[in-house]
């Protein structure tokens, strides 16, 4: 029982590996292009090919100055701003896709990772009630930053013609093609900027 | 947050509606959108460097001496100092900020302070404070202070009593590894 239970567990994790690779599919000419040599896939995935060597801080608020200290008659000044601000963000932005005009089978290219959606929206609450001193003649805000990398790469896996030709559907006679999943071939292009890190502080000026 | 540094490697997830092109996204405040002057391969090591000066004992410079690579006098991008920092040492902090490096006062005595006082012209009470020059065209200087593990989680307990508990919503605290992005 317990081996008929790991068979069905291993079979389960090969097929989640596999993807579809292991059935091939009539696909109609109306979704492949006309049957196009070669269709991205909602099962394709990003990879990551190319990085920036440095990050930049995207201040995703900016908030009011809240406190000036005198320009004289005082060594300096002590306060606090005592407020909370919840600010939304994306994780990732200016994400730009490109798939070289090639069309995606199943109305979606979806690729997920365990860090969730490029365009996932988050909401950050952050509350300023530290004690800070200031010189004098400086003011301060307090802000909210997300500390973003660059990346770009393109995606794997492709549903490709073998050139065999089906009939889609039972009521149907549209002519369709055979496609095979190859997991090795590429396509397309991606770039977003991504979330490192992310912190809270406090700019500081002379006014 | 340092300029050159990726630790983490979060795998990618994107949805796009059928074939073609598209753009969306275009983030929180300011974002506006860094074209990379230099690129490199994905697995490429980018971590930033770390100068430790002073005493070299505090949180931040533990902290960074694995998490970043060693850098010179000559070549580092995050500099780690204390209210012990010899003139020339305060000296090169200085010609830092000004290069807009990012320089760390690693402790929290009046002292160290004191330093962060002269340098930014504001402190804050923390564990370890950063400090650089304000990014975006921004007048002034960004002073970002930083908990150790033990007041972080102390924090993040105080700041979650009465707040918002929606999935989505997220209460930050600022330690070495999310300023720096350990």
Redesign the interface.
């Known amino acids: 029982m317990r081996n008929t239970h790991l068979i069905a567990v291993a079979a389960a994790a090969l097929a989640l590996q596999t993807g579809n690779a292991l059935a091939d599919q009539c696909i109609p000419s109306s979704k492949s292009n006309g049957l196009a040599p070669a269709l991205g896939d909602k099962d394709s995935w990003a990879i990551e090919r190319t990085q920036a060597a440095n990050t930049w801080d995207d201040w995703i608020w900016r908030g009011p100055e809240f406190f000036r200290c005198p320009k004289v008659g005082v060594n300096n000044c002590t306060d606090s701003y005592g407020k909370s601000h919840q600010q939304g963000y994306e994780w990732s932005v200016g994400v730009s896709l490109s798939v070289d005009k090639i069309p995606i089978f199943g109305g979606l290219l979806g690729v997920v990772g365990p860090s969730g959606s490029y365009t996932r929206v988050n909401y950050w609450t952050e509350t300023w009630t530290r004690s800070i001193q200031l010189q004098p003649g400086y003011a301060s805000r307090p802000i909210q930053v997300v500390t973003r990398r660059w990346v770009g790469g393109n995606f794997r896996g492709m549903q490709v013609n073998t050139g065999q030709r089906c009939n889609f559907g039972k009521a149907s006679n549209e002519q369709g093609a055979i496609y095979r999943w190859d997991a090795n071939r590429t396509f397309g292009r991606w770039s977003a900027n991504k979330e490192v890190g992310r912190w809270f502080g406090y700019q500081t000026y002379k006014y | 947050?340092?300029?050159?540094?990726?630790v983490?490697?979060?795998?990618?997830?994107?949805?796009?509606?059928?074939?073609?092109?598209?753009?969306?996204?275009?983030?929180?405040?300011?974002?506006?959108?860094?074209?990379?002057?230099?690129?490199?391969?994905?697995g490429?090591d980018?971590r930033g460097t770390v100068l430790i000066a002073g005493r070299g004992d505090g949180m931040v410079a533990h902290a960074l001496k694995t998490g970043l690579k060693a850098g010179s006098r000559s070549d580092f991008d995050v500099l780690v100092l204390d209210a012990n920092a010899n003139g020339e040492e305060l000296a090169l902090a200085d010609s830092a900020l000004e290069a807009g490096k990012q320089v760390v006062i690693d402790g929290s005595s009046e002292a160290d302070?004191a330093l962060v006082?002269k340098l930014?012209?504001?402190?804050?009470?923390?564990d370890a404070v950063?400090v650089m020059k304000?990014?975006?065209g921004?007048?002034?200087?960004?002073?970002?202070?930083i908990d150790s593990e033990a007041r972080a989680a102390a924090r993040k307990t105080a700041?979650a009593v009465g707040?918002?508990t929606?999935a989505?919503?997220?209460?930050?605290v600022?330690t070495v590894a999310?300023?720096?992005?350990l």
Do not use: K, W
């Not at chain 2, 930014?120 to 923390?126: E, F, L, N, P, W």
């Open positions: 947050m340092f300029r050159s540094s990726d983490r490697r979060p795998l990618i997830a994107i949805a796009i509606v059928a074939a073609g092109a598209a753009v969306y996204g275009c983030g929180g405040g300011d974002a506006a959108d860094a074209t990379p002057t230099q690129t490199t391969d994905a490429a980018v302070s006082r930014a012209g504001m402190s804050v009470d923390a950063l304000a990014s975006d921004q007048e002034g200087y960004v002073v970002v202070p700041l707040h918002s929606a989505s919503d997220d209460v930050t600022n999310s300023v720096f992005g």
